[in-house]
């Protein structure tokens, strides 16, 4: 396990830990200076590309978005998350893991699933690929998107699932949407990181989608905080832009390419 890895699962009871997902090079480079982790997120399926569910999203894609991830994370750790279908049985993952570690040098996987993939995240720890749990609601294979741990029988699946994914050698796990007395008993139960979306500030870290913090994104979930409206901020810039085009007040001289001095 590298140094990173290790820093991070210490900072359990001690320092809340920081996670926003990224899909390339200049917003992750923002990132890196205030995160632990930064998650190429396969919601990158919505957000960007405005698919139904993230079943859609391909490898080539989450590579590709990873790669350019990738140039702008220097210091925090870098996760992928591993898309629907590319890890269905331990030699289907490790192949497709393997070949995202090599091509966007991030520094492990995030797969959704308990007691199901445990046999592919062992054969992943045995290799030493540092894996991340995914617990709660599951976008890439729940049919209906409910709050996870009101049931007796769901209570006790979730606290199965995250000890053993403990056990098969998960460095941490995110909890989406799990009821906040399940998420207490869930951090406590474990020695490894809970990291929340919508699951309460029981958990040792919290991670939001980018594009929902800066009011990039259509989001109507209550557990999304907007920081900051930059859809607002760029509408008013175009607008501004658009009317010094038309009354050819931009570009001066000086934005002239001939003029430029390099
Ligand atoms: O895909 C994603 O962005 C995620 C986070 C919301 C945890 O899995």
Partial sequence: MSKKIKDLIKKKNKSKIVCLTAYSKKIASILDNHCDIVLVGDSLGSVLYSYKSTKEVTLETMINHSKSVRLGVKKSIM???????????????????????????????????????????????????????????????????????????????????TKLLETAGAFSIVLECVETKLS?????????????????????????????????????????????????????????????????????AKHSFANLKY
Avoid: W
């Avoid at 958990?203 to 859809?231: A, E, H, P, R, W």
């Fill in 79 to 161: 996760i992928v998350d591993m898309p629907y279908n590319t890890y269905r049985n331990p030699r289907e993952a490790l192949k497709n893991v393997k070949l995202v570690m090599k091509k966007t040098k991030c520094d492990g996987v995030k797969l959704e699933g308990g007691k199901k993939i445990i046999p592919v995240i062992k054969s992943l720890t045995k290799n030493k690929i540092p894996v991340m749990g995914h617990v709660g609601i599951l976008p890439q294979t729940d049919k209906k998107f409910s709050f996870k741990g009101k049931k007796k029988k769901e209570i006790n699946k979730i606290l199965n699932d």
């Fill in 184 to 252: 207490k008993q869930i951090t406590k139960n474990i020695n490894i990181p809970t990291i929340g979306i919508g699951s309460s500030s029981n958990c040792d870290g919290q991670v939001l989608v980018i594009d929902d913090l800066i009011g990039m994104s259509d989001s109507k979930f209550k557990f999304v905080k907007k920081y900051v409206d930059t859809s607002k901020i760029i509408n008013s810039a175009v607008k501004k832009y658009k009317n010094e085009v038309k009354n050819k007040l931009f570009p001066k």
